[in-house]
């Protein structure tokens, strides 16, 4: 299960890395905004990070906020994209809310296992 949760980590990782530096026009759209649109990803990553690494959650989470920071700019080089602070403070605080998902749902999981056994 971890190998599973890894994969998808990362893949969603390099997607997200994708949607952020790729062209404009291959990112993709919904009508939940730009904003609901990070908000999604970025819960999304620090959900899954936060299962394939549980037992360096809070290391993970760390290095998660920063590399969230180098993506926003490495914006900066990308044709057609802009760094932005609201974006960082947007995907950040949901990727760190994400990975709270994360141990909340292991410490669930645990509470359970204890009231079955």
């Known amino acids: 299960m971890k190998i599973a949760f890894r994969l998808s980590a990362w893949l969603l990782a390099a997607a997200v890395a994708f949607a952020t530096l790729g062209p404009p026009n291959y990112r993709p759209h919904s009508h939940l905004g730009q904003d609901g649109e990070h908000a999604l990803a970025f819960v ?5 990070f936060g299962l ?4 360096h959650r809070l290391l993970t989470t760390a ?4 590399l969230i920071g180098a993506l926003e700019l490495a ?43």
């Open 52 to 55: 394939a690494y549980r037992s």
């Open 63 to 66: 290095i998660a906020v920063i």
């Open 44 to 48: 999304l990553i620090g959900l899954t």
């Open 75 to 117: 914006q900066f080089m990308a044709p057609g994209r802009h760094a932005r602070l609201e974006d960082f403070v947007v995907d950040a605080t949901t990727a760190c809310i994400g990975f709270g998902l994360a141990a909340a749902l292991d410490w669930l999981a645990r509470q359970i296992r204890t009231q079955t056994t």
